[in-house]
C-alpha cells in the first residue's frame, strides 16, 4: 500500500510570494490534514478536510488556505510569504475524520524563503 | 484546552538500556493518544496508539498505557538500540476535535 507522498520535497521561494503544496493521501482515506513543524515552534496544527470540505483550522491567518479534490489528493496554499513561514509542511491521511482512526504522515515540504 | 507535555532531552542511551520518556496531558474529554517517531530527514511515522483508559499499545518492543487517573502516556522499552534514534512526539486527538496536539518532542540518542 502506498504511503502518503507530498510534493515538491523542498520549495524555495522569495518573500511575497504564493506556495502551493501538494498532497495524495493514502487510498482508500477521506480524510487529509496540513501541519507546519517550524523550529522551535513544534508541530501545530493548520488544516483539516474530509471528503472535499473544510472541517477545522488551526490558529493561522486567512494566507494559509487549501482545498480537497474529488480524489481526496489536497492542496496547501500560502499566499504572500513572509520569513517565518520557513517550515516543514507536513500532510497527513485517515481512513476517517474520528479521533480513534490514527493519521498517517507524508515526509513532508520543506519551504524555504529567502 | 488540550495540551501535552514531554520531558525535554536530549535524552542519551546506551544500546540495549531501559528507556521511559515521560508524557502527560490536559483535555477536557476522552482524548486517544498516540506516540508518533520522527528519523532524521523524514516525516512521522505511527508507533503506537491507545484510545480509551487502561489501553496498552506496543510495538516494535515501545510500549504506553493510557492512565487516565494520572493523565499519562509514557513511553517504554526495555532494551533500545542505536536504530531507534530519533524524536519522539506525543500527541492527543479529542473525540470532537480531530486534529492532533503534539508535545514539542523527545529527542533520543542511542550510542553503541
Known amino acids: 500500500e502506498a504511503g502518503v507522498t507530498q510534493s515538491p520535497t523542498h520549495l524555495i521561494k522569495t518573500r511575497g510570494q504564493q506556495a502551493t503544496l501538494r498532497c495524495s493521501p493514502i487510498?482508500?482515506?477521506?480524510?487529509v490534514y496540513w501541519y507546519q513543524q517550524a523550529l522551535g515552534l513544534g508541530l501545530q496544527f493548520l488544516l483539516w478536510?474530509?471528503?472535499?470540505?473544510?472541517?477545522n483550522r488551526g490558529n493561522f491567518p486567512p494566507r494559509f488556505s487549501g482545498r480537497q479534490f474529488p480524489n481526496y489528493s489536497s492542496e496547501l496554499n500560502v499566499n504572500a510569504l513572509e520569513l517565518e513561514d520557513s517550515a516543514l509542511y507536513l500532510c497527513?491521511?485517515?481512513?476517517?475524520?474520528?479521533?480513534?482512526?490514527?493519521?498517517?504522515f507524508g515526509d513532508g515540504t520543506r519551504l524555504s524563503i529567502l | 484546552g488540550n495540551s501535552v507535555t514531554q520531558m525535554e532531552g536530549p535524552v542519551t542511551l546506551s544500546e540495549e538500556a531501559f528507556l521511559t520518556i515521560n508524557c502527560t496531558y490536559t483535555a477536557t474529554g476522552y482524548p486517544s493518544l498516540f506516540w508518533y517517531v520522527q528519523y532524521p530527514g523524514e516525516g512521522l511515522q505511527l508507533l503506537l496508539k491507545?484510545?480509551?483508559?487502561?489501553d496498552k499499545g506496543s510495538n516494535k518492543g515501545f510500549e504506553a498505557t493510557y492512565r487516565k487517573e494520572t493523565t499519562s502516556f509514557h513511553l517504554e522499552k526495555g532494551s533500545v538500540q542505536v536504530s531507534d534514534s530519533a524524536v519522539y512526539f506525543c500527541?492527543?486527538?479529542?473525540?470532537?476535535?480531530?486534529?492532533?496536539?503534539f508535545g514539542k518532542g523527545t529527542s533520543l540518542l542511542v550510542t553503541p
Open positions: 497527513a491521511s485517515s481512513r476517517t475524520g474520528y479521533s480513534n482512526q490514527p493519521q498517517h
Open positions: 491507545a484510545t480509551k483508559a487502561d
Open positions: 487510498s482508500g482515506h477521506t480524510s
Open positions: 500527541a492527543l486527538s479529542e473525540s470532537s476535535g480531530y486534529a492532533l496536539n
Open positions: 478536510y474530509d471528503e472535499g470540505e473544510e472541517r
